[in-house]
């Protein structure tokens, strides 16, 4: 099939049947569909009562300081996030943590 441009220079066109068209879709839906087969399920969000849980057990072992007094560290952060991976079901602390070298 011959198509004319504004500049009127010829430009080739395919024509794709029906058939290629339809394929086309379904192959399309096909990995659509495998791709979204492979995603990991959605977690759901903690409750409160968990959070609250992982937090006040965060700030027993890595108690608050001052900024600026003492070298801060994400442990209390990571400690947090692993007890919401946990859902809570982590071991009450006993006390603070040993202080790192």
């Not at 339809?22 to 759901?44: E, H, K, Y």
């Not at 969000?45 to 890595?62: D, F, M, T």
């Not at 007094?69 to 442990?75: C, L, P």
Request: with cysteine; hydrophobic share 45%.
């Amino acid at each position: 099939m011959v198509a004319w441009t504004d500049a009127n220079t010829i430009v080739w066109m395919e024509t794709m049947t029906c058939m290629q068209i339809r394929l086309a879709a379904v192959l399309i839906i096909l990995a659509g569909s495998a791709f979204a087969q492979d995603r990991p399920a959605v977690s759901t969000a903690p409750s409160a009562e968990v959070a609250k849980r992982c937090l006040h057990y965060a700030y027993i072992l890595y108690p608050y300081k001052r900024p600026g007094a003492v070298r801060m560290s994400g442990d209390r952060q990571a400690y947090f996030k692993n007890c919401l991976v946990k859902k809570g079901e982590v071991a009450e602390p006993a006390g603070p943590a040993p202080p790192r070298p």
